[in-house]
């Protein structure tokens, strides 16, 4: 799975590949288990083989606002902490049980000293995550909560069903309730 992943950038070597998928660990979480918290430095990224995660952030009243979810084949990381050094500002928690493949920075900082595939990829996965908020602003800002829903289960159809109602209204914005009615409205 994870050759695969890396070989879809079309930036590495079939050698390449081999030689540095061997450094990444294998790590299993069980459901509701963490991979990065709020306030603490995300020092490593992981691949997702299996498992859903959710990204949330606390607001002021102590409520968990989920903005994002990953799922098998996605990379996973608090990013932002990863690459300023500085304490997390989200959360990363299993919603199912999971098992990764993780690298830590020191790793990824000397395979990109060491090589310009690297460094293209880490540029690559750079503009990926700018894209990806963006979107997801766009997404709050223009769409309705049905639109964010139906691309949610067009994305992910095989997963919607795992994810806790409260995660998914929270990630839409809406209420349970309204959730369930939009649930009742929509067959797929």
Sequence with gaps: MIEDYFRSFNIFKEE?????????????????????NEGEKCNEVAFIKSGIFRSYYSTSEGNDITYCFRFPNDMLASYSSFITGNPSLETLQAISPAELLVIGKETIEKLSDNSYHWTMFLKIIAEQNYIELEKRIFQLQKETAIQRYTALVENQPEFIQQIPLQYLASYLNITQRHLSRIRKEITF
């Design 16 to 36: 390449e590949i081999r030689g540095f998928v061997p450094l990444f660990e294998v790590r299993k979480l069980s459901k509701n288990d963490f991979f990065a």
